[in-house]
């Protein structure tokens, strides 16, 4: 699959192409990554892409016309490359929020161009002429859409098919099955601190596979309930929650 990414800021992307799971993907060329230097689009003497917004008040808006610019130049560039034409995503604080399921369907696509907005935002003629998605990553204040876009290259690029080590680990991703994940634990069995020994819970070490999965389950189901409990309901419309779910969430002192 293919991104095409128009920024203000391409470096801030060049770290994510040499550490890790993403390293991988693009090495592998699950994923393919075009960056785009909006700025190079600007025609005017100072390389201008942002002014004043109309109607007044503080904050400077993105120019319409080097995104158009930048926009066409990805465009040719996506069908001399034989590719189809890929939906534009904007990152934006007025988007909808990113969301697990809808990570599982870009990463099955072809790719999509990333738009990240920096300064208020952008005019928004371009937005209704050419964004075709607009996203967040929800309720907090961002500099620019950068971060966002990293995010959502992150999680797709994951999901490529032999880019993570554990093909299995997928199915039990925290969201996979829309509760939050069990703790995890390692060596050493005992582990020795000031304030006294810490050992493992026994019953990871008891070899009783049924009773492991019972315990993760609960653990998965005492924390979601505590941290989320917007997951619970979720899982419960959706059938996901046994009777036996039911029988431990009833005896939790919440
Ligand atoms: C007072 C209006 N502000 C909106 C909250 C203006 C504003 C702040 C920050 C406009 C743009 C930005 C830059 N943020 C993003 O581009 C952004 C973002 C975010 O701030 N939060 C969560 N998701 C995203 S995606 C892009």
Not at 3 to 14: G, K, N, R, S
Not at 42 to 53: C, G, I, M, Q
Request: net charge negative; proline share 6%.
């Amino acid at each position: 699959m293919r991104f095409d990414v128009i920024t203000l800021f391409p470096e801030l992307f060049a770290p994510f192409q040499s550490v890790g799971v993403t390293r991988r993907a693009f090495e592998s060329k699950a994923v393919d990554l075009h960056l785009w230097q909006l700025r190079d689009f600007a025609d005017d003497t100072y390389r201008r892409v942002d002014d004043r917004a109309y109607g007044g008040g503080p904050g400077m808006v993105m120019l319409v016309e080097p995104l158009v610019k930048a926009l066409a130049a990805i465009r040719s560039d996506q069908a001399a490359a034989g590719g189809e034409r890929l939906p534009v995503i904007l990152f934006s604080p007025v988007g909808r929020p990113l969301t697990q399921t809808r990570v599982q369907a870009l990463a099955a696509s072809p790719g999509a161009v990333l738009l990240c907005g920096r300064y208020e935002g952008i005019d928004q003629r371009f937005v209704d002429a050419h964004v075709d998605e607009e996203i967040s990553l929800g309720d907090y204040v961002l500099s620019g859409g950068e971060l966002p876009a990293l995010t959502l290259i992150d999680a797709v690029a994951r999901l490529q098919p032999g880019v993570l080590n554990d093909a299995a680990s997928h199915q039990q991703d925290s969201f996979s099955d829309g509760l939050l994940d069990c703790p995890h634990y390692s060596r050493p069995e005992v582990l020795a601190l000031p304030e006294g020994d810490v050992a493992v819970p026994p019953v990871l070490l008891s070899g009783h596979h049924a009773h492991i999965a019972r315990w993760r389950r609960e653990q998965q189901l005492a924390i979601t309930a505590r941290r989320r409990p917007d997951l619970i309901d979720m899982a419960r419309l959706q059938g996901a929650l046994s009777k036996e779910d039911e029988r431990f969430l009833k005896s939790l002192l919440l």
